[in-house]
C-alpha cells in the first residue's frame, strides 16, 4: 500500500472559484489586464498623490463615506 499523500488541498478552492466564472467574467479581467500592462509599458501609472486620489474617489464612490483612522 502506497503511503498517504502529504499534498495540501489549498489549491482546491481556488480552482473551483476560478472554474464558476463566466466567459464574459474572464474576458473582462484579462481585458483590464492586457489595459494596465499597455499603460505601466508606455509609462503612464499613476503617481503616489495620483494613486491616494484615485482610492479615495473609489472609496467614496463604492462604500459612502470614509472615516479618517
Do not use: C, F, N
Amino acid at each position: 500500500m502506497g503511503k498517504p499523500s502529504s499534498k495540501s488541498d489549498s489549491t482546491e478552492g481556488s480552482l473551483d472559484a476560478e472554474e464558476s466564472w463566466t466567459e464574459t467574467e474572464r474576458q473582462a479581467l484579462d481585458e483590464t489586464i492586457d489595459r494596465v500592462l499597455a499603460q505601466v509599458a508606455a509609462g503612464q501609472t499613476p503617481g503616489p498623490d495620483d494613486a491616494r486620489r484615485i482610492l479615495s474617489t473609489m472609496r467614496a464612490t463604492h462604500s459612502g463615506p470614509v472615516s479618517a483612522h
